[in-house]
């Protein structure tokens, strides 16, 4: 009887702990979901786009799902991390140093690398998502270590961070700094895992990399793409109007 009683305030305690977990995997995935969605971008279309975000994540947590199984062993090598923080800080580095690339329609809006296929954008979207699964994994597992808990927010958070993929993709294409805000964030991230591997002292808190990133998405959606433009057509369109009704006033 006491042995099931335990069992019950366990299982409380246990599901008490599911919402924090995929609050974490929620505010820790924003900067990956942009990351994604800027990939998933080097793909022609809106439906090639969004295949590449459903196959890539289903990849990306068998990887997940590896990654926490083998997260107590993962933990015991540096070289995972450095390897995790080296890409990321790539994918800002490439970011940051390439220049727009236009599409079909001439409007220079893309950073990032073209794919002629879904199937090479799949394995970049799976492998970029395992590199953040680094820090929020090994977060998650220091807020517990029941594994069957930490898989379940973790298929939540891929669901989540999916959705909110989708959202950016669209997001990206009407502010103007969001994407280089999202990079922002996402060398911050591979700053993190760096300090981990110098020194687990020089990692600073979870609320502080929180408060970062909110201050970064604020600035990424301060300001709407073509709104000096609109203004501008819509001064011209109001003085194109005004001035045959001038001109008509004149006539006697």
């Known amino acids: ?60 947590f068998v990887l997940r799902v590896g990654l926490i199984l083998t997260a107590s062993w993962v933990i015991g090598f540096w070289q995972f991390e450095l390897a995790g923080a080296v890409y990321l800080l790539w994918l800002v580095f ?10 079909q329609d001439g409007d220079s809006h893309h950073h990032g690398p073209r794919f002629k296929s879904l199937w090479q954008a799949i394995p970049m979207i799976a492998v970029t998502d395992l590199a953040f699964s680094l820090d929020s994994v090994t977060t998650a597992i220091a807020v517990s270590d029941q594994i069957w808990l930490v898989l379940t927010g973790g298929l939540i958070g891929v669901v989540a961070l999916r959705f909110m993929a989708g959202l950016f993709i669209r997001w990206l294409d009407e502010f103007e700094h969001l994407e280089d805000a999202g990079f922002v964030t996402v060398a911050l991230v591979g700053v993190r895992l760096l300090l981990k591997v110098v020194n687990d002292s020089y990692v600073p808190p ?35 109007l005004e001035e045959p009704q001038e001109a008509t006033s004149e006539v006697p």
């Open 1 to 60: 009887m006491f042995d099931l009683l335990s069992s019950s305030s366990e299982l409380r305690d246990s599901l008490a702990l599911l919402p924090v977990l995929v609050a974490l995997e929620a505010v820790l995935s924003a900067d990956n979901a942009i990351a994604l969605a800027a990939i998933a971008q080097g793909l022609e279309g809106h439906v090639l786009q969004r295949r590449a975000l459903n196959f890539g994540l289903v990849c990306a």
């Open 94 to 103: 490439q970011y940051f140093t390439s220049s727009n690339q236009k599409d």
């Open 206 to 240: 979870e609320w502080a990399m929180i408060a970062a990133i909110a201050i970064l998405f604020t600035w990424g959606f301060s300001k709407r793409k073509g709104s000096d433009a609109d203004t501008e057509v819509a001064i011209e369109t109001s003085t194109a």
